[in-house]
């Protein structure tokens, strides 16, 4: 295990992403965190669907939380926090209240991560989806051992 991985899934279906999203949902853990990174579209909302599914979070919960910036699902396995930056300012990102969801108990997935400065936040995993024709390619690259470890997992399908 060197700590970095990389793997890349092509999801034909809106329920493909999803499918993914709820494989990684039944693998992640207290502190887990996931950067979502992809165009206006590309599945980032579909994916936390799939996680917070994986998580069994009551599947009504999970709506885009673009007006709200941060949404809270309780009632699955573990709390799942559901961040959105797309109307995050400028260079005005609260680091601190980010930070301590990244590195709370629950798992937190933040769509249009890369609003943020490089290296601002270590959320280990990252997960960049791009339109290709037909669907979408969801590249994980993970960072240290335990988002390796995660990627690992999903590589070999359990
Ligand atoms: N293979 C696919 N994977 C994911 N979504 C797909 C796929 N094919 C079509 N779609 C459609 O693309 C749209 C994805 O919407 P979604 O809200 O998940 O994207 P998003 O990346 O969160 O967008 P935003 O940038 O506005 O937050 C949905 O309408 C979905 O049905
Ligand atoms: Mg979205």
Known sequence: MTGIATLALTADTVEATEAIGRRLGRLVAPGDAVALVGDLGAGKTAFVRGLAAGLDVPPHMVA????????????????????DLYRLEPGAPDLPVLEEYVHGAGVTAIEWADRLPPGALDAGLSVRIEYVDPGRRLTFDGQGIRAATLVAALASGT
């Open 64 to 83: 885009s939380p673009t007006f709200t910036m941060i949404a809270e699902y309780q009632g699955g396995r573990l709390p799942l926090f559901h961040i």
